[in-house]
């Protein structure tokens, strides 16, 4: 079970949003910037979101991350069929092992 | 362009060690920071370790702290995972990843293709 909570799924249909959740504490979330990936099957992670809200070079602006307290939010507007993919958060973990964490990842369905 | 490749994957029996090769190009890798990354077969994303651009510090997830050593070679511009004891807990696609210095968050920028390690009798 992984520190940051995601849903397991979520699904929307074309063209419209949906919002993924990461639940965290202050160990990570809380004092820390998140990061946002995607990976579609059987492909390596692909960075959505680094920073809490900053797009990488080719990144279209449908995707936004955000970040308030202990949790953040990664949103997609626009839904396309090729966005079905599984996303994953992460985070840097301060505690006495300081360290990596990504979420338990959520599976997008575009309905 | 800015690549990263993953190799020395394959089947090890438990209680044996591997060690990965990443091959880095298309960049300056010895300004970069690295990482290992993991994902059991069906199983999410499990950070593995990181070191720093200069090899001056390193970070291992707890389940690996111990038995594997990450290192690097900034004049061959190849990235290593020493691993030790190996389980088959620690069957899983190994991705090394770049981490760029404007980012400061876990912001790995690119990505390899992954290598299999599989821990089996």
């Known amino acids: 079970q992984s520190v940051l909570t995601q849903p397991p799924s979520v699904s929307a249909a074309p063209g419209q949003k949906v919002t993924i959740s990461c639940s965290g504490s202050?160990?990570?979330?809380?004092?820390?910037?998140v990061s946002w990936y995607q990976q579609l099957p059987g492909t390596a992670p692909r960075l959505l979101i680094y920073?809490?809200?900053k797009r990488p070079s080719g990144i279209p602006d449908r995707f936004s991350g955000s970040k308030s307290g202990t949790s953040a939010t990664l949103g997609i507007t626009g839904l396309q069929t090729g966005d079905e993919a599984d996303y994953y958060c992460?985070?840097?973990?301060?505690?006495?092992?300081?360290?990596?964490?990504f979420g338990g990842g959520t599976k997008l369905t575009v309905l | 362009q800015v690549q990263v490749v993953e190799s020395g994957g394959g089947v090890v029996q438990p209680g044996r060690s591997l060690r990965l090769s990443c091959a880095a190009s298309?960049?300056?890798?010895?300004?970069?920071?690295m990482h290992w990354v993991r994902q059991a077969p069906g199983k999410g994303l499990e950070w593995v370790a990181v070191?720093?651009?200069?090899?001056?510090?390193?970070y291992y997830a707890d389940s690996v702290k111990g038995r594997f050593t990450i290192s690097r070679d900034n004049s061959k511009n190849t990235l290593y995972l020493q691993m030790n004891s190996l389980r088959a807990e620690d069957t899983a696609v190994y991705y090394c990843?770049?981490?760029?210095?404007?980012?400061?968050?876990?912001?790995?920028?690119?990505w390899g293709q992954g290598t299999l390690v599989t821990v089996s009798s």
């Open positions: 990843a770049r981490d760029p210095p404007y980012s400061n968050s876990l912001g790995l920028d690119y």
């Open positions: 298309g960049f300056t890798f010895s300004t970069y920071g």
């Open positions: 070191i720093w651009y200069d090899g001056s510090t390193k």
């Open positions: 202050s160990s990570n979330i809380g004092n820390n910037y």
């Open positions: 920073d809490n809200n």
């Open positions: 992460g985070t840097w973990d301060t505690t006495l092992s300081p360290g990596g964490i």
